[in-house]
């Protein structure tokens, strides 16, 4: 089983569209987690942190559930730059330092 | 603020060429930081970690004498792919964090072919 497992995407959904990401890891010595959106050809960025009581930004929200292993993404009421690969990311500690394993992403294209 | 630097952006070279590609925190100190490795359609695969002064912690399957990791300053850390072959062109991202609990900041990345 794969550390981090994500929908196989693509998803294709009009603008407007509320749209939900799910993933799984396998680690149960999962720190933190992360949500990066990754443009086509360029370095992944930050989105926002995963937190156990959930959290939101605008019209994003993450969920974590520690106990099912188990992290989403709702992105309400899409818009055109919203496009691009959504990356689930989980932080453990190992070789004295925190290391990030990447799902290999969910690829996202809001239609006009 | 942490802003990462990674250059050169795009290489394109002959087989068996060595190829240097470097990774600057510019507005803070990195006392680590990452080499990541992306193919097509694939997830991002760390390739190893440096501390600064040390000896970098290859993950299994990367061949420590194949990629060179020198991590001599804390603003300055550098790749060298010795030998390049066709399989090693892939997209190489570099991430600093100010320390072993704080975020990591990703570099724009380098997109390496080989021919």
């Known amino acids: 089983r794969k550390e981090v497992e994500q929908d196989p995407g693509p998803f294709n959904v009009p603008e407007g569209a509320t749209v939900a990401f799910n993933c799984t890891y396998s680690n149960s010595a999962s720190q933190s987690f992360f949500w990066y959106r990754q443009d086509c050809r360029k370095e992944p960025k930050l989105l926002m942190s995963?937190?156990?009581s959930g959290n939101e930004d605008g019209r994003f929200t993450a969920q974590l559930n520690r106990a099912s292993q188990y992290i989403s993404l709702l992105i309400r009421d899409s818009k055109l730059s919203d496009s691009a690969t959504y990356l689930c990311?989980?932080?453990?500690?190992?070789?004295?330092?925190?290391?990030?394993?990447f799902g290999k992403g969910t690829k996202l294209s809001v239609i006009p | 603020g942490a802003v990462v630097s990674q250059h050169p952006s795009w290489v394109i070279c002959k087989s068996g060429t060595s190829v240097k590609i470097e990774c600057r925190s510019l507005d803070f100190q990195a006392t680590t930081m990452f080499w990541y490795r992306q193919f097509p359609k694939q997830s991002l695969m760390l390739m190893a970690t440096s501390n600064e002064g040390s000896k970098a912690t290859y993950e299994q399957g990367v061949e420590k004498d194949k990629f060179l990791i020198n991590h001599a300053s804390l603003t300055l850390s550098t790749l060298t792919v010795t030998s390049a072959h066709p399989e090693d062109s892939s997209f190489y991202i570099c991430s600093a964090s100010q320390g072993s609990s704080q975020p990591q900041h990703f570099g724009d990345g380098t997109r390496l072919s080989i021919l």
């Open positions: 990311v989980v932080n453990k500690y190992g070789a004295g330092s925190y290391q990030l394993t």
């Open positions: 995963v937190y156990s």
